[in-house]
T-cell receptor, first 114, second 112 residues
Framework: NAGVTQTPKFQVLKTGQSMTLQCAQD?????MSWYRQDPGMGLRLIHY???????DQGEVPNGYNVSRSTTEDFPLRLLLAAPSQTSVYFC?????????????FGPGTRLTVL | GQSLEQPSEVTAVEGAIVQINCTYQ??????LSWYQQHDGGAPTFLSY????GLEETGRFSSFLSRSDSYGYLLLQELQMKDSASYFC?????????????FGSGTQLTVLP
């Protein structure tokens, strides 16, 4: 199993550009989520999904869109990139109904918006 | 809303024991988790407490007191490779599923 994979690893955008961060998991997990991590801070939830066709907002959803057409994939779209979106983005998945809610994280995408 | 507090930095020497505390204010609380993150890496799950008391996993133990909204992570027989950031996270009920809110992290430095 590859676990949770994310592409690209690094990305530089100009203000106003749009892009999609890719996330895929091969563990058949129903729950997938996107977090951002700013320097010296914890992870903040952007959006999450409890299954194909179902998404919901987290703590910091503004400026981001998500969709979940399959169990495996959960892409994150930045609509009009802004310097405030410079961050490290982590995708995570977990098994619904798991007592521990253990999140399995991907390696991250390091995004810089100029 | 949810809020968590944990120390920003802790330093200890190899072989020692260190305790990282976490206090929280959460509605719809389910449990408290701990994650480890090495520089630039993905966070990895360490432990979970859904009930009061101590959970032990090898050199790591985690404790929860729901009545005090308090927990801690205890690391024993510290090794250099334990130098990392440690995050507490509360699981709570919101929207269509449980969510996790993470603390800001504690940077642990292990000295030789």
């Amino acid at each position: 199993n590859a676990g949770v994979t994310q592409t690209p690893k690094f990305q530089v955008l100009k203000t106003g550009q749009s892009m999609t961060l890719q996330c895929a998991q091969d563990m058949n997990h129903e729950y997938m989520s996107w977090y951002r991590q700013d320097p010296g801070m914890g992870l903040r939830l952007i959006h999450y999904s409890v299954g194909a066709g179902i998404t919901d907002q987290g703590e910091v959803p503004n400026g981001y869109n998500v969709s979940r057409s399959t169990t495996e994939d959960f892409p994150l779209r930045l609509l009009l990139a802004a310097p405030s979106q410079t961050s490290v983005y982590f995708c995570a998945s977990s098994l619904m109904g798991s007592v521990t809610d253990t999140q399995y994280f991907g390696p991250g995408t390091r995004l810089t918006v100029l | 809303g949810q809020s968590l507090e944990q120390p920003s930095e802790v330093t200890a020497v190899e072989g020692a024991i260190v305790q990282i505390n976490c206090t929280y204010q959460t509605s719809g609380f389910y449990g408290l988790s701990w994650y480890q993150q090495h520089d630039g890496g993905a966070p990895t799950f360490l432990s979970y407490n859904g009930l009061d008391g101590l959970e032990e996993t090898g050199r790591f133990s985690s404790f929860l007191s729901r009545s005090d909204s308090y927990g801690y992570l205890l690391l024993q027989e510290l090794q250099m490779k334990d130098s990392a950031s440690y995050f507490c996270a509360v699981a709570f009920s919101s929207g269509s599923a449980r969510q996790l809110t993470f603390g800001s992290g504690t940077q642990l430095t292990v000295l030789p």
